[in-house]
């Protein structure tokens, strides 16, 4: 993979403009094994903001600069066809579910999310650096994603 580059612009508000522009009126965008994902404005929130306290049901109230920096990257990653995706892990269930897709660039601990709908298409659901080596170690280990037939 080209070395990635991070992204520095003004303010949340050309994040957000670079997000839609590049995102969401390109979609969908192509994964390597040719899923179609599509960007959406309202997952804007959830993907560049993080939580003032910590805790995963805690809403998430602050623009995260190094999420937003790193936008330009989901598309990457999401074409990488060296990157095997793996099953996401739903929290608040407790266990993995196979709707979620995870792609998990090791070098930079950078994860995407997507999630299925019943045809088979993707929605972006986040991105982040995971900055907890214990979790990315779970992420590394996490089942092998297979696409449905």
Same mark, same amino acid.
């Given at each position: ?8 612009l003004d303010n949340e508000n050309a994040y957000r403009k670079h997000y839609i522009e590049n995102y ?8 390597? #094994? ?26 998430? &109230? ?13 598309? &990457?990653?999401?074409? #990488? ?35 299925? #709908? ?7 659901? &986040?991105?982040?650096?995971?900055? /907890?080596?214990? &979790?990315?170690?779970?992420?590394? /280990? ?8």
């Amino acid at each position: 993979m080209n070395s990635l580059e991070l992204l520095y612009l003004d303010n949340e508000n050309a994040y957000r403009k670079h997000y839609i522009e590049n995102y969401c009126k390109k979609c969908p965008i192509l994964t390597f #094994d040719e899923i179609p994902v599509m960007f959406y404005p309202e997952k804007f929130e959830h993907a560049f903001y993080k939580r003032s306290i910590p805790s995963w049901k805690a809403p998430k &109230t602050l623009f995260d600069y190094s999420r937003a920096e790193r936008m330009d990257w989901i598309k &990457t990653v999401l074409k #990488d066809p060296h990157i095997v995706p793996k099953v996401g892990f739903d929290k608040a269930r407790g266990k993995y579910d196979n709707k979620r897709r995870v792609a998990f660039l090791n070098e930079e601990n950078y994860l995407v999310v997507i999630e299925l #709908d019943k045809k088979g298409k993707g929605i972006f659901i &986040t991105a982040y650096v995971v900055d /907890n080596e214990s &979790t990315a170690e779970k992420i590394r /280990n996490s089942p092998n994603w297979i696409k449905a037939k």
